[in-house]
């Protein structure tokens, strides 16, 4: 008996080993990345998969995340899987789930993309992986952080460093130069009002909370309050009502002269988009500057569309990448979010014939090559210049939209 028990204690010995050793992996790919240590992060990486919660609604954005997958298994044996959403706030919701459950490891979100009120959720319940470590990604150092400020600060919300910017977006609104003349375009939101009353059933906007309605009545609410830096704090019940209110009487206005008379409205921006196409309305609008040529590009919108903005500014802010704090694959995640931010994917990004998302990269930053690949890209005869775009309107704090959203369902969609 003690003879056997000798023999086999080196056995056990290395079973007992082996089995810590696969316990501390396990750990440490479900929790403990350190992003500042970046060859154990692409060691740590290969093999993992990761799930990217992102919206799903556009083709030409589905196939620039499955070009971003092929090049990531190519390089970094990284298994990029889009989770296709209709909504952002339904990842949210699953890592809100996970939480209440405490599946503090092996989440089922591994990145999603996300701004406005998801990124201040997420942050304000902790469910974001540790502060800082955007700015520890090896190409975090062409990003032009001095010089956008909504690249630190996501809708009045301080970012720091727990989600990598991906893109720039702006309110520009796009026209059928064969129908409509430039010399009739609105320069703000008082004035398209008159041109939908002198043109009824022509614009509409989508039903919020899609984001690019719900972008339509943060531009005129930010254009009718009294005083437009109230909206820059979180919302005071005691004055929400009076201060909506000028946006609301907008509203009531517009819907009568509106397609459909206001008692439908375009489910999300490519339906808006197909109404344009189709002739169904004259002016319709986007959050990237270069829509309107990718849609010309792939044959979506026809040849004489161009794109306009309001003089006084439209709305502006980036959109980022987030580690939710329970994601399974960490490593992956970062590796992903870096590939993202690097000279060669934003410029692929912001082509119009791929997608024309503005960079959130500084060209003084980059090297001639990298210069070179933006240089070269066609922005397209309906992008307008850089100079062209107008100011840039301030994001709401996101508690405004949240309670806006509210009421517009209530006075329009139940009818009080």
């Known amino acids: 008996m003690r003879k056997t028990r000798r023999k086999d204690e080196p056995l056990l010995k290395r079973i007992v080993a082996a089995t810590l050793v696969l316990l501390w992996a396990c750990t440490a ?12 992060v692409l060691a740590d990486a290969r093999g993992e998969t990761v799930y990217l919660n992102a919206w799903g609604g556009a083709e030409n ?16 044996d990284v298994t990029l ?16 789930a996970e939480k209440a459950a405490g599946r503090d490891t092996g989440g089922r979100v591994d990145l999603v993309w996300i701004n406005g009120e998801n990124f201040a959720a997420m942050k304000a319940r902790g469910l974001l992986f540790s502060p800082g470590w955007a ?3 090896p190409n975090w150092r062409y990003v032009d952080h001095e010089n956008k400020p909504t690249i630190t600060t996501d809708f009045t919300v301080p970012v720091e460093g727990m989600a990598s910017p991906w893109g720039m977006a702006k309110l520009v609104f796009f026209y059928d130069s064969a129908r409509t003349e430039e010399e009739a375009l ?15 059933g022509r614009f509409s906007y989508p039903q919020p909370p899609d984001f690019i309605g719900s972008s339509f009545l943060k531009q005129v609410l930010i254009e009718k309050v009294e005083d437009p830096s109230v909206l820059q704090q979180p919302v005071d019940e005691a004055t929400f009502q009076e201060i909506v209110a000028p946006l609301f009487a907008y509203l009531d206005a517009l819907h009568p002269v509106a397609w459909r008379g206001g008692r439908a409205f375009p489910q999300n921006y490519p339906a808006m988009k197909q109404l344009l196409a189709d002739g169904a309305l004259d002016i319709i609008f986007a959050f990237n500057p270069a829509e309107a040529s990718s849609a ?10 161009r794109s306009f903005t309001f003089p006084g500014g439209t709305l502006a802010n980036t959109h980022f990448l987030a580690i939710p704090y329970n994601a399974s694959a960490k490593a992956g995640a970062l590796v992903t979010a870096n590939f993202l931010l690097s000279p060669e ?14 960079t959130v990269l500084s060209m003084d930053k980059l090297g001639q090559e990298d210069r070179a690949r933006f240089e070269a890209l ?15 309107l301030n994001e709401p704090h996101p508690s405004w939209m949240e309670r806006i959203e509210e009421k517009w369902k209530r006075r329009y969609l139940a009818g009080n």
């Open 296 to 305: 010309i590009a792939d044959g979506a919108l026809p040849d004489t569309v």
């Open 61 to 76: 954005v589905n196939a620039y995340i499955e070009w971003a997958s092929r090049e990531l298994k190519r390089r970094f």
């Open 345 to 358: 994917a934003q410029a692929r990004k912001q082509d119009p014939a791929v997608w024309g998302d503005p």
């Open 135 to 137: 700015g520890m990604l």
């Open 81 to 96: 899987v889009h989770v296709k959403l209709e909504d952002t706030a339904n990842a949210v919701a699953t890592v809100v």
């Open 186 to 200: 609105p320069e703000n939101a008082d004035e398209l009002l008159a041109w939908a009353e002198a043109n009824p």
């Open 29 to 40: 790919r479900a929790g403990t990345v350190d992003p500042a240590d970046w060859q154990a």
């Open 378 to 392: 066609d922005l397209g005869l309906a992008t307008l210049a850089p100079e062209a775009l107008g100011p840039a």
